[in-house]
């Protein structure tokens, strides 16, 4: 069991009143908040441990490295990687996606395919569509059922002797779907192609295993998950990371730099070109230890409790549509009710102290499937209550009324 | 009435609510009453795009004073567009060029007035006045 007062008092920001309200939370899928041990990980870092890493002889800066590179090791475990020159730190899931787009494109020849979801974010379509442009790729979709879950056996039909690539959320940010990659991958790697997975949205929320999934890359941003924003990881197989070229060059990551010819670094500093954000990662490894103390594992069966909580008490209006019904859900729900406007609906749920989301949520092709122009997004996490959701459905009535639904 | 009573109007009738729902419900009932543009003259050129909202707004010009009408897809903008387009309607373009539009601060609406708020409230003022800009060079 969660000791929610505990883990409440761990989060200052939510003792936080908005217009004399008490703060409602309700918008965790587009960043979470920061516990103390956090914000203090940082500070420690800045007043006692600041120095440029990997090139100083002197003691800060070893210290500053061993930092670092032990930020990389908490990562890799937490994920289960098989070694930590496989973790890249980046500045989140949108670079890590350009970089393999970027460095593994490099391997690609125009008419090679790469398939995608219809339920990606704009960071995981706009970068191919980028390649494709360089390149001339092609972009195949794997679309979705009504309720928002893949259909995957038109998988098979799309993959051709030509798919270099797929590239897939693991849990859908504008619908909640948490999708079978596992079986995706085996899929793929069935016909030797590697699988590329957006993590942003399930590493926070539910357990993952790298090397059980077999994902080749795996991606995620430190934001979502309790850490500070501008820090985020690539994971990718050894093989890869050693097969795809560099993707920025700059300092850090060269062996040596003559005029004729450079040569690159190992890895995984290969892909780390210039100053890394060394204060980030030992921040980032501190809120997974704060997770890991917790335990993923119940982490994600409270928040499904909130899920089915809050889809309870929502279902109980007479008009409500949810986008995104699918059978496995991770904790956020995308609504409507009647025809208010999500803007609308979204503004009248501040004034009430809650904080949602309205609009696309970086998914426009979803929202253009469902043929809205968007929707009101409550996602949770663990510091959470049902009390809030009882706050929260109270505001959408009230708000109800006021559009006249 | 001039614009400065007709925006003094507007102040007094929001002075009595000091609860924030009670005067987002003034603008709501406004917007939902202001369907005024008819579907022909929702083109792009009238179009003023917020991130999250769509406001239409035309203008004519009758007997040298500028009519404006406005809708919104959303209830809260289009009550805030319709208040604009109350107070500036019926005024030659130079009054409306001169006006100091100072009802939306005194309201409590300031935050909207952000240029990254998302309903584009500032891009709204100044379509407005940019009607009464190109009536007034024609005239
Ligand atoms: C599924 C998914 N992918 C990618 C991103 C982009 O993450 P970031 O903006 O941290 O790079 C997000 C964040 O909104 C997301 O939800």
Known sequence: MLDLNQIRADFPILSETVYGKP?????NAATTQKPRCVVQKIEEGYYKRNANIHRGVHFLSQEATEAHEAS????????????????V????????????????GELLQAGDEIILTQMEHHSNIVPWQLLRARRGVV????????????????????????????????????????????????QAHAHSIPVLVDGAQSVPHIKVDVLDLDADFFVFSGHKIYAPTGIGVLYGKEEWLEKIPPYQGGGEMIDKVTFDQTTFAALPFKFEAGTPDFIGSTALAEALRYVNAIGIETIAAYEHDLLV??????????????????????????FLIGTIHPYDLGTVLDKLGIAVRTGHHCAQPVMQAFGVEGTVRASFAFYNTKEEIDIFIAAVERAKKMFKQ | MTINEKQDEIISEFEFLDDWLDKYQQIIDKGMASKGVEPKDKVPENLIEGCQSKVWVVAELIDGKVNYRAESNTDIAGGIAAMLVDVLSGHTPQEILDAEL??????????????????????????????????????
């Open chain 1, 309 to 334: 909580y809050a889809t309870e008490q929502l279902s109980r209006f007479d008009n409500i549509r949810f986008i995104g019904e699918a059978n496995h859900k991770s904790g956020l729900i995308s």
């Open chain 2, 102 to 139: 100072y009802f939306v601060e005194r309201i409590g609406l300031k935050e909207h007035l952000s240029p990254t708020r998302a309903n584009g409230m500032l891009a709204m003022m100044k379509q407005i006045k940019l009607f009464a800009l190109a009536f007034s060079s024609k005239a």
């Open chain 1, 23 to 27: 703060l409602v939370y309700f918008d």
């Open chain 1, 89 to 104: 730190f980046t500045r989140g899931t949108t670079e890590a996606i350009n970089l393999v787009a970027s460095s593994f």
């Open chain 1, 139 to 186: 972009l195949k979709v794997i679309p979705f059922n009504k309720k928002g879950e893949l259909k995957l056996d038109e998988l098979e039909n799309l993959i051709s002797s030509k798919t270099k690539l797929i590239a897939c959320t693991h849990v859908a940010n504008s619908l909640g779907t948490i999708n079978p990659i596992k079986e995706i991958i085996r």
């Open chain 1, 72 to 87: 990389r090791e908490e990562v890799r475990a937490f994920i289960n990687a098989k070694c930590a020159n496989e973790i």
